[in-house]
């Protein structure tokens, strides 16, 4: 079954530090991957996704993440955090079921920005 | 309006209560869904519609009744509910079919509380 981990619930960071928020999925074929960010009272808004091609996918916000399929792994990372990137990340999985896509989502993680 | 919009935003209601929360895609998509969000739980799938048929319903109880009239509008008609029913309501649409994974859209949620 499809699964995805995200191990950080809550990161603090200062602004203008680098940022790197953890994910791992568990699928048995090539993945969909997706790192969606939600702001508070604000639905959920795409950052990013990989399907196939560069592991290295660009985002915007100034986003980026890795898919490395040996550790299955798709971590998300930013250099320099803005106050304006406190908010909560869901990264997930997208594949084929019954003939339509579905989508799993992990826990998310929590990005407190300090000055 | 463009996206996916919600309404209403927000919601109290009885438990005794009727109430139906809309969803509406601008988007021309053919797939849409209901996911319900709770607090430190990775978001759950509720229903599924892919052209305007309902593909999945996720065990959820018959107090939620989905309704999709066409490809543009998603219903999601509740009744009698309980206090642990409380929780922020995700509507999102995608394009379904094809070899292309194509992401989700989401809308802003309805925030429900159960008294």
């Known amino acids: 079954a499809q699964s995805v981990t995200q191990p950080d619930i809550h990161i603090t960071v200062s602004e203008g530090a680098s940022l790197e928020l953890r994910c791992n999925y568990s699928?048995?074929?090539?993945?969909?991957l997706f790192w969606y960010v939600q702001s508070p009272g604000q639905g959920l808004q795409l950052l990013l996704k990989?399907?196939?091609?560069?592991?290295l996918v660009q985002g915007i916000k100034g986003f980026e993440a890795e898919f490395k399929r040996s550790q299955s792994s798709f971590n998300l990372r930013k250099p320099s955090v803005h106050w304006s990137d406190a908010a909560e990340y869901f990264c997930?999985?997208?594949?084929?079921?019954?003939?339509?896509?579905?989508?799993?989502f992990g826990i998310g993680t929590k990005l407190q920005v300090i000055p | 309006e463009t996206g996916v919009t919600q309404t209403p935003r927000h919601l109290v209601m009885g438990m005794t209560n009727k109430k139906s929360l809309k969803c509406e895609q601008h988007?021309?998509?053919?797939?849409m869904y209901w996911y319900k969000q709770s607090a430190k739980k990775p978001l759950e799938l509720m229903f599924v519609?892919?052209?305007?048929?309902?593909?999945e319903n996720n065990s959820v109880p018959s107090r939620f009744s989905p309704e999709c009239p066409n490809s543009s509008h998603l219903f999601l008609h509740l009744h009698t509910l309980q206090p642990e029913d409380s929780a922020l309501y995700l509507c999102?649409?995608?394009?379904?079919?094809?070899?292309?994974?194509?992401?989700?859209?989401f809308g802003p949620g309805t925030r429900l509380t159960v008294l």
């Open positions: 999102a649409s995608s394009q379904t079919g094809g070899k292309a994974y194509n992401e989700q859209f």
């Open positions: 990989y399907f196939s091609g560069d592991t």
């Open positions: 988007l021309g998509h053919n797939a």
């Open positions: 699928y048995g074929a090539t993945p969909y």
């Open positions: 519609y892919s052209l305007e048929e309902r593909v």
């Open positions: 997930a999985v997208g594949y084929y079921s019954g003939g339509y896509q579905k989508v799993t």
